[in-house]
């Protein structure tokens, strides 16, 4: 949070009621310099409020459902 734009917004910004405001934190995120590693947070912490790393609760429960579904990507051994 040190280095995202939210710093520079009240905290009640990216934990909207509405979906207006989803997509007025959103627009905040989508120019933000540490959106990924934001989202990679929340989604490692299970956190299921609020706009994190440009997504909404529901688009994270969605990229959850999608990773766990994925296959794990194959690992080759060098010898």
Not at 30 to 58: M, N
Request: charge should be positive; include cysteine.
């Amino acid at each position: 949070m040190a280095q995202g734009l939210c710093r520079f917004e009240p905290p009640s910004t990216f934990f909207p009621s509405d979906g207006v405001g989803v997509e007025t934190a959103k627009r905040i995120c989508a120019a933000c310099p540490v959106k990924e590693p934001c989202l990679e947070y929340a989604l490692e912490h299970r956190i299921d409020h609020g706009v994190w790393g440009g997504t909404s609760e529901r688009q994270r429960r969605r990229i959850l459902k999608k990773r766990k579904l994925s296959p794990a990507p194959l690992v080759s051994s060098v010898l």
